[in-house]
């Protein structure tokens, strides 16, 4: 009988690690339309009118690690609410300090800002938090305003590539694109960086700098697949078979990962959690990532002054502004945070690259032939509404 570890190499898909978290390749499944997203107490959901129901729709499709969505939000009054993030959802193994979470939460309030513009809101913002582990994170009050018209599609269509890429050089003009920051809808209180520029630096594959960071990733990934607590926990957070997925509407599942035809159905079928503590697994996974480094044009690394909570939510929705551009110009970025989550990587990764400040993200970048839709699952609105 072939083994698992056989199978995934006949197939012509292993299994990768990714982006501070670990994933895979994609097969159909359940996928993020076959979901009704009215699912859930619908008492909750009363309390909001349609556009804000939409708006929080629009702001959930936001990416977070092991896509465990950690945003909550309690309704105070029509359009006054307190962003909140949820500890069943954060990921101490990878993310000790929470730093990935409120960066997550950038990005949320990054897809809301944008969607309530959309809907002729103003959105004023008051940071509320004071560390990185306290559950209020936001206040958010909604008020009319003129309407911006940005495309709502740039946030449906939204989705982390991480196979195909091209390793053609990345176009001047098309960085300067992705890497300028908009102008924000919303008055903010207490949150003066998201007025900072941001340090947006590309690396060549070919360059010190791009070697340095295809071999650390590779490194920083083989120490995480081999850490038993990570590994643990993003075992936690694999949909393996369509019921799960069904029931649970978040983590990470083989559509989400990329692994199509005969081998997403064998592992949807086959899998379960202790299949990701087994050795094969983890080895497929260092495997797979080392592919994939070579792969694309080069590295984006995006800096921050410090990693304050003003200065993380700040980059989070500077982030998911520049992930909602790349689709326009045919760009995938594949974040690769596995070098700011493992030691000794994190302590010394950004002296190395010749950086200065706190380096937020590490990604790597390249061109696609064609985009595809989303598949990552969300859960409905009712399920993050507290209160």
Known sequence: MIDRRTFLKFSGRGVL???????????????????????????????????????????????????????????????????????????PAVDPENREIFLGIGA???????????????????????????????????????????????IRKRRTVRNGLLNDPIKKEDLAYITKHGTQSCSVSSISPF?????????????????YLQEGTIEANRTQ???????????????????????????????????????????????DQNSVLKKGFRDQTVEMVVKQVKAGSGWLVVTAPDSS?????AYGMVWQNMVLKIRDRLIAIHPMTQLLEEEPYKKQVAKDLGLTGEIQWIARIGYVRSYPDPVSLRMPVSWFLQG
């Not at 990714?18 to 009215?38: H, T």
């Not at 909570?309 to 939510?313: A, G, K, Q, R, V």
């Open 17 to 91: 690690l990714v982006s501070g978290l670990s994933l895979l390749s994609s097969c159909s499944g359940v996928r993020r339309e076959d979901l009704s997203r009215l699912n859930g107490n619908q008492v909750s959901i009363a309390r909001l009118s349609k556009d804000e129901i939409e708006i929080l729709h629009l702001a959930s499709l936001a990416p977070s690690g092991h896509n465990t969505q950690p945003w909550s939000v309690k309704v105070l009054e029509p359009g006054l609410w307190v962003i909140g993030t949820d500890p069943k959802r954060w990921l």
């Open 108 to 154: 949320f309030l990054e897809n809301l800002v944008i969607s309530a513009g959309n809907f002729g809101y103003k959105v004023n913002l008051e940071v509320l938090a004071k560390s990185t582990k306290d559950l209020e994170i936001a206040r958010i009050r909604l008020q009319k305003g003129k309407t911006e018209e940005i495309p709502l599609e740039k």
């Open 195 to 211: 007025f900072l520029k941001t340090h947006a630096f590309y690396f060549p594959q070919d360059a010190r700098e791009g070697k």
């Open 225 to 271: 697949a081999f850490r038993d607590p990570a590994q643990r926990e993003l075992s936690n957070w694999i949909r393996w078979s369509n019921e799960d997925a069904r029931k649970y509407r978040n983590g990470l599942t083989p559509a989400s990962m990329e692994i199509e035809g005969i081998a997403g159905w064998y592992v949807r079928n086959f899998y």
């Open 309 to 313: 909570i003003p200065t993380l939510l």
